[in-house]
């Protein structure tokens, strides 16, 4: 209910201010909001399609790991700390192995690996669900986690800041020197949103069962960050990367030996899942161009660059600091739009240069947030599911608090 007044929202705001704009003599503005909407359209095409490759060979992997007994041997492992956030998920079911692979990859910042996997996950929990249209609490809870997901390094926007300052002409550019203020962020956000979920969900936190295991787990990120601390920052991007591309690796060579020593046939396992990945992308593309058109037609209106005038004059009646009100937009497209809030961040780096304060704290938005309408809309719409709740609520609300933390970390480490 909730995503369906947000699509209809955008597209009849859009269409009234494209009906003031005509009447004060705009003659190009629905032109302008039909090729925004042919082009969002494709581009959620697009985007579909490029997925069937990546969820072909995740979720082929994905079965040899399930013939091979791996993925009960992760559900195994974290059902000390799973069985209090997923009440509902039966102890040693294929979903917690699936939701543990999802976010260690975003953990570790691999977009592309997390993905199909977190699409496993859901297919898994909706296999629990009684009714399918409704969106259950672990699926809300794994959902919400997702957007606000912890990611140590977030390397295509450092890739994208070197790729700035090379054009700009600027020496020795440290263009890692966002990672801890987006570690600290989104690490805000994840807090958030557990919080979140588990007050919606009546979910206690305060148990030795699920408190010692995540102290552990902060200890072990607070070691690894202190280890990545001693060295310059383009050697601790660089060495994520090796971490991260390492651990996929290791994850694939664990499924194939474990497979061959459990005398599975592992070519076969993996065409057998591989052949999912075509439909599950097919699946997904009427949710990705509906919500991707909405948006589209949102922005082709003007309608942010009103919302942001707005927001600029609330900011400047407070009497509070205004120089990060250019990065602001990022924060607020990124919940709609990933590729829009990319856009938005590289146009900040442009316009006010990639080593100034608003282009350091759109980096560390950009890398400290999720799309979360397109995470449900995908997602949810992977199986079918219609009702979602209290799901975006909640990841809203930890959206507003990782947008919040990463303005007031930007401060604390750049001004």
């Known amino acids: 209910m909730v995503l369906n007044l947000v699509w209809l929202g955008f597209f009849l705001s859009a269409f009234v201010a494209a009906l003031v704009a005509l009447a004060q003599g705009d003659m190009t503005v629905f032109p302008k909001l039909m090729t925004g909407m042919f082009d969002a359209a494709r581009t959620g095409f697009d985007i579909s399609i490029g997925l069937v490759g990546i969820m072909a060979l995740w979720l082929g992997l994905m079965k040899i790991g399930e013939r091979a007994g791996v993925v009960d041997g992760f559900a195994r492992a974290v059902n000390p700390v799973f069985r209090h956030l997923f009440p509902g998920v039966p102890r040693g079911h294929p979903a917690q192995g699936a939701m543990t692979m999802n976010i260690s990859a975003n953990l570790l910042g691999l977009d592309n690996a997390a993905t199909p996997l977190g699409l496993k996950a859901m297919q898994e929990l909706q296999a629990l669900n009684p009714k399918p249209d409704t969106a259950t609490n672990a699926q ?78 902060a200890a072990i990120v607070g070691l690894l960050v202190a280890w990545l ?26 499924f194939l030996v474990a497979g061959a020593w459990r005398r599975v046939n592992v070519y076969e396992a993996f065409i057998d899942g591989a052949k999912d990945g075509f439909g599950v992308a097919v699946q997904i593309i009427p949710y990705l161009v509906a919500m991707l058109v909405a948006i589209g037609v949102f922005r082709a209106a003007g309608l942010m660059d009103i919302v942001m005038g707005w927001i600029a004059a609330a900011v400047a009646a407070l009497g509070l600091p205004t120089d990060f009100l250019p990065a602001l937009p990022v924060g607020l497209m990124k919940i709609l739009s990933g590729s829009g809030a990319r856009g938005l961040m590289v146009d900040v780096m442009q316009v006010h240069g ?46 507003l608090v990782g947008l919040v933390a990463a303005i007031l970390v930007g401060y604390a480490f750049f001004k």
């Not at 991260?244 to 664990?254: D, E, N, P, R």
């Open 140 to 217: 809300i809870m794994f959902l919400v986690l997702n957007t606000a997901g912890l990611t140590l390094i977030p390397t295509s926007v450092i890739a994208i800041r070197q790729t700035m300052a090379v054009k700009q002409g600027l020496l020795n550019f440290n263009a890692a020197d966002i990672f801890l203020p987006t570690l600290v962020a989104t690490a805000c956000g994840l807090l958030s949103a557990l919080v979140a979920v588990s007050l919606a969900q009546r979910i206690r936190l305060w148990r030795a069962g699920l408190l010692l295991p995540m102290l552990g787990f």
């Open 229 to 254: 601390a001693r060295f310059p920052p383009e050697q601790a991007a660089q060495w994520m990367s090796v971490i991260g591309a390492g651990f996929i690796l290791t994850v694939v060579v664990a």
């Open 354 to 399: 990639v080593d100034s304060f608003p282009a350091k704290l759109a980096a560390i938005i950009q890398g400290s947030t999720e799309t979360t309408l397109y995470v449900l809309a995908v997602y949810f719409g992977s199986v079918g599911v219609k009702q979602t709740r209290h799901a975006l609520p909640c990841a809203l609300f930890a959206d």
